[in-house]
């Protein structure tokens, strides 16, 4: 199977599970809000409410992530809200293990898909934020130049001239040997 035809398959699960999950939340939030005296529509807007809010919160979690923002407060509210839809499924189901089980059923598959669509995000590292301190930024040293050495000149020794009595300078013809006589 060809890698294109893979994704395709995928999306095409992707969206089933997510239409199938999205329908059954929906109905079991907007029942549970019209049995405890909510009017039809505004069941209906609490449906939408909790469950768009998930799938929007899911897309800005994976935004955050790949722009290298923090996620801590997005990850929560999504936590908040799947739990949220999670719970109105499980109230509405049959009181049993078995019935609460089935009603899960649905919101865990799509936190699920969720988690599993998320973590294929590519991490990056966190941007800069602009109004940070400077003490906080990491800046890369400017490369280094190879700089070649200015020879300097040496310094000639000082000639001390040796001041020899005439009679020493008139008795030596060798002037590299410089004797001292007393």
Known sequence: M????????RLVILLAI????????????????????????????NAVAVELMTIYLGLELRA???AGRPVGLVGSLLVAFAVLSLA?????AES?????VVAAVPSLAFLALVKVVLSNAPVTPPAVEPDQPD???????????EVEPV?????????VP??????????????HVVGIIR
């Open 64 to 66: 955050r992530r790949r």
């Open 96 to 100: 049993s293990v078995w019935g609460w």
């Open 162 to 175: 040796a001041v020899l009595p005439p009679r020493a300078v008139a008795q030596s013809n060798r002037p």
């Open 2 to 9: 060809t890698e294109r035809t893979e994704s395709g398959v």
């Open 88 to 92: 109105a499924q499980v109230a509405e």
């Open 18 to 45: 997510g239409g199938m999950a999205g329908a059954a939340a929906f109905t079991h939030v907007h029942d549970l809000s019209v049995a405890h005296g909510q009017p039809n529509w505004i069941g209906w807007a």
């Open 135 to 145: 003490a906080y930024r990491y800046e890369e040293p400017a490369e280094a130049t």
């Open 151 to 159: 020879p300097r000149p040496v310094p000639a020794s000082p000639v």
